[in-house]
């Protein structure tokens, strides 16, 4: 699963970290966004995410082949 293009350069910022994990049946994107954005808010809205965290807002197409999308202790996972 790809990273959707504006998470990608999201570690640049404070402390925030961005994994991308690959198994045998699928694939996850975690974003935790650190000390600084420790409540994260999520929104979907047809197929679109809308992330805000602390200051910073980010919005991004879901992948197609996403199956879930959380956000649990200022950690946001995209599962496939």
Do not use: C
Not at 25 to 38: P, Q
Not at 46 to 56: K, L, N, P, Q
Request: proline share 4%; aromatic share 6%; hydrophobic share 40%.
């Amino acid at each position: 699963m790809k990273v959707p293009r504006s998470l990608k350069n999201v570690d640049r910022d404070d402390d925030a970290v961005l994994r991308t994990f690959e198994y045998d049946d699928g694939s996850v994107i975690a974003v935790d966004f650190g000390t600084a954005a420790a409540d994260v808010e999520i929104d979907i809205v047809d197929s679109t995410a809308i992330i805000v965290a602390g200051d910073r807002q980010f919005e991004f197409e879901l992948p197609p082949e996403a199956s879930d999308v959380s956000v649990r202790n200022g950690v946001l996972t995209i599962e496939e």
